[in-house]
């Protein structure tokens, strides 16, 4: 039996998206040059979802898309296969561009690394920035995200679940606590 409790429901989401796209921009002085990458499943949702408030505030459309990293992962030979996802580049590519990576939480860093590899296999950007929706600490490789929505200090055994609309038909952020046996 496990226990949750939730740290952010959709208007917190909201908000913490609409803070992460104003830093976007103020760091990156406007949007020209930006292009953001998901990283499946909800960092796609969450980089279109800042690429839409970003054409809202600075009133253009940014390149969005999608990274694939299952085949850079470190960890393939101690799981079962997975299906393989698709990346999306937009029309420009990334070469010369400030590619923003997007992931909804940002543990071990090790799924960062990965995206890291695939994009080195995709081009060469000016800079690499970091967005995520949740930085719950226990970092095992030098990893930082440029923009975070809620840093959410966790032990170990505790799981982050995030749960948005277009993917799962509900906004939130769970805190779950496995119970004890």
């Known amino acids: 039996m496990s226990e949750s409790r939730a740290v952010l429901e959709g208007p917190d989401i909201h908000r913490a998206l609409t803070r992460i796209a104003h830093e976007i921009l103020e760091r990156t002085k406007g949007a020209d040059e930006v292009v953001l990458l998901g990283i499946p499943t909800r960092g796609a949702t969450l980089a279109r979802r800042l690429g839409e408030r970003i054409e809202q505030f600075e009133g253009v459309k940014i390149p969005v898309g999608s990274i694939d990293i299952t085949m850079y992962r470190d960890d393939l030979r101690l ?40 994009l080195n296999d995709l081009g060469r950007p000016t800079a690499v920035q970091l967005a995520t929706l949740v930085d719950r600490g226990h970092r095992e490789l030098p990893i ?33 606590k496995e119970a004890a046996k």
């Open 144 to 176: 930082r995200a440029d923009y975070v929505g809620k840093n959410l200090p966790t032990a170990k055994s505790e799981k982050v679940k995030v749960y948005l609309q277009e993917t799962d038909g509900r906004e939130a952020v769970l805190l779950v």
């Open 79 to 118: 799981k079962p296969a997975r299906p393989l996802g698709r990346t999306e580049l937009p029309a420009d590519g990334v070469d010369g561009k400030i590619v923003v990576l997007v992931d909804d939480v940002l543990y071990s860093g090790r799924t960062v690394r990965a995206a890291l590899d695939a």
